[in-house]
C-alpha cells in the first residue's frame, strides 16, 4: 500500500514503500580500516522528566543497540555528540553510560572508544578545566575503553589564545596512559566550539592543532576531524606524523575519504554509521579486498541520507538518528533525553523514512511503515 508524506511546501505526496529490506549480515572484523560508530543513547519514554532533567536512560535498549553495532564489526564511538553529550546528557549520565559500555565490550569482545570532556562545568578558569578533563580522563581509562579527547566549551571560553590550548592538552597527553583520538569538533556541530585551537581561521587552528599532535606524537593514536570540508581533512591528514591515523568524522563525504587516493585514507568515526551500520560494515569488507567500486557502490548511495540528516542546525541530526532507529525496529518508541524527538519537523522525518527505505536500512520495512503511520496519524495527516 502506499502512504502519504508531507513535503516541506505542505503538499501531500505518494509513495511506495518497499517490502524487502537488504540482506546484510555479520561477517569478519575489518582489515584495512579502524571503523567507530559514534551510538545514540535510548531514553526511558516512562520517566517522569523534563527537558531540564538529567537524563533518564533505558539501559537495557542503549546497550542492545551498542551490542548490535559490535555484531557487524564496527567498533563503538561511546559518550560522544551522537548520545546527546552537552545536549540532554550530563557527564553524571555520561559517567553511567561510559562504565556500563566499556563492561560489555569487555563482556563481547567489542572495540570501544570513549569521550572525555569537560562538561561538570559551565564555565572556568583553565586549572579548572583541565581538572576536569583529567577527571573524565581517569574514568574511561579505568574502565579499560580509549580516550577520545573531545573538545571542550569550556576550554573555548576560558583561552585566550593558542597557547593554552597547548598548555592544556600538553598536560593530558603527558598523563595519558595510552594513546588518545583527538577531537576536533567544528562550530557547525556546536557553535559554542567557535574559535578551537585559538583562532576562527582554520589554517591557524590547523598549526596550532598539529604542534599539538607533533610534540607528543606517541600519545596520538589519531584524530577525527568533524569539519564537514573534504580537502581539508585530506591536507590535514597528509600532515600527520608517520603512525598518527586520521579518524573521519565528516558525515558529507565520507565514501570518498575512507576509500582515500594514493596518498592515504581515512579510517572512521562517524555519527551517521549509527543508522548505516550493518550496510557500512558491508561495505568496508568489500574495500578489504580491494574492491574500491563495489565500496562506492554501496556507501556512495547512502550520502543524501546522511545530508539530510546532517542539514542545518547540524547539531539536530542525533533527532534523525533516533528517529531512524525507532523506524527500523531497535527501541520501542520515539522519545530522546532533553524532549530533542521535537527538534526536526514532520517533512523531515518523512524525507529521511523515504530514504532509509529507498535504501533497504530497515530490517523489518512493514514495521517501519505502521510506525511511520502511527506519527503521521499523530500530527494529524490522515489515511
Same mark, same amino acid.
Given at each position: 500500500m502506499s502512504i502519504r508524506l508531507p513535503a516541506p511546501d505542505g503538499s501531500l505526496r505518494t509513495y511506495e514503500p518497499r517490502t524487502d529490506p537488504l540482506a546484510l549480515t555479520s561477517g569478519a572484523p575489518f582489515s584495512s580500516r579502524t571503523v567507530f560508530s559514534a551510538a545514540h543513547v535510548v531514553a526511558d519514554p516512562y520517566a517522569d522528566t523534563t527537558p531540564d532533567s538529567p537524563a533518564a536512560v533505558d539501559w537495557d535498549a542503549t546497550l542492545a543497540f551498542r551490542r548490535h553495532l559490535w555484531s557487524h564489526g564496527l567498533g563503538v564511538a561511546e559518550a560522544m555528540d551522537t548520545a546527546q553529550r552537552g545536549m540532554g546528557l550530563d557527564w553524571a549520565g555520561a559517567a553511567e553510560l561510559i562504565r556500563r559500555s566499556a563492561a560489555e565490550a569487555k563482556a563481547v569482545g567489542g572495540l570501544i572508544a570513549c569521550g572525555v570532556g569537560t562538561d561538570q562545568l559551565a564555565s572556568g578558569t583553565l586549572a579548572e578545566v583541565g581538572a576536569a578533563y583529567e577527571e573524565q580522563l581517569a574514568l574511561v581509562e579505568e574502565s579499560g575503553a580509549q580516550a577520545i579527547l573531545m573538545a571542550s566549551r569550556a576550554l573555548a571560553a576560558a583561552a585566550r589564545g593558542p597557547e593554552d590550548y597547548l598548555e592544556v592538552y600538553g598536560h593530558l597527553l603527558r598523563q595519558a596512559a595510552e594513546p588518545v583520538i583527538l577531537h576536533w569538533l567544528g562550530p557547525m556541530f556546536d557553535p559554542a566550539l567557535e574559535g578551537y585551537w585559538g583562532s576562527s581561521d582554520l589554517d591557524a587552528a590547523t598549526d596550532t592543532f598539529l604542534e599539538v599532535i607533533a610534540a607528543h606524537p606517541d600519545k596520538v593514536d589519531g584524530i577525527k576531524v568533524s569539519l564537514l570540508d573534504a580537502q581539508r581533512e585530506i591536507d590535514l591528514r597528509r600532515r600527520l606524523p608517520q603512525g598518527v591515523r586520521c579518524y573521519t568524522g565528516d558525515d558529507f563525504h565520507y565514501p570518498e575519504l575512507i576509500a582515500g *587516493?594514493?596518498?592515504?585514507?581515512?579510517?572512521?568515526?562517524?555519527?551517521?554509521? %549509527?543508522?548505516?551500520?550493518? =550496510? /557500512?560494515?558491508? /561495505?568496508?569488507?568489500?574495500? *578489504?579486498?580491494?574492491?574500491?567500486?563495489?565500496?562506492?557502490? $554501496? =556507501?556512495?548511495?547512502?550520502?543524501?541520507?546522511?545530508?539530510?540528516?546532517?542539514?542545518?542546525?547540524?547539531? @539536530?541530526?542525533?533527532?534523525?538518528?533516533? @528517529? &531512524?532507529?525507532? &523506524?527500523?525496529?531497535?527501541?520501542? #518508541?520515539?522519545?530522546?533525553? +532533553? +524532549? $530533542?524527538?521535537?527538534?526536526?519537523?514532520?517533512?523531515? @522525518?518523512?524525507?529521511?523514512?523515504?530514504? /532509509? *527505505?529507498? &535504501?533497504?536500512?530497515?530490517? %523489518?520495512?512493514? $514495521? /517501519?511503515?505502521?510506525?511511520?503511520?502511527? &506519527?503521521? #496519524?499523530?500530527?494529524?495527516v490522515t489515511p
Open positions: *587516493d594514493d596518498q592515504g585514507f581515512s579510517h572512521a568515526l562517524l555519527g551517521i554509521f %549509527d543508522p548505516l551500520g550493518p =550496510l /557500512a560494515a558491508e /561495505a568496508v569488507r568489500v574495500l *578489504d579486498t580491494g574492491n574500491t567500486e563495489g565500496f562506492h557502490a $554501496l =556507501l556512495d548511495p547512502t550520502v543524501e541520507l546522511s545530508r539530510h540528516l546532517f542539514q542545518a542546525p547540524t547539531r @539536530f541530526y542525533k533527532t534523525g538518528v533516533v @528517529f &531512524l532507529a525507532w &523506524l527500523a525496529g531497535h527501541q520501542s #518508541h520515539f522519545t530522546m533525553v +532533553g +524532549g $530533542l524527538q521535537s527538534a526536526r519537523s514532520l517533512p523531515h @522525518f518523512a524525507h529521511a523514512y523515504e530514504l /532509509a *527505505d529507498t &535504501l533497504g536500512l530497515f530490517p %523489518d520495512p512493514k $514495521l /517501519a511503515e505502521e510506525r511511520m503511520r502511527t &506519527l503521521l #496519524h499523530l500530527y494529524g
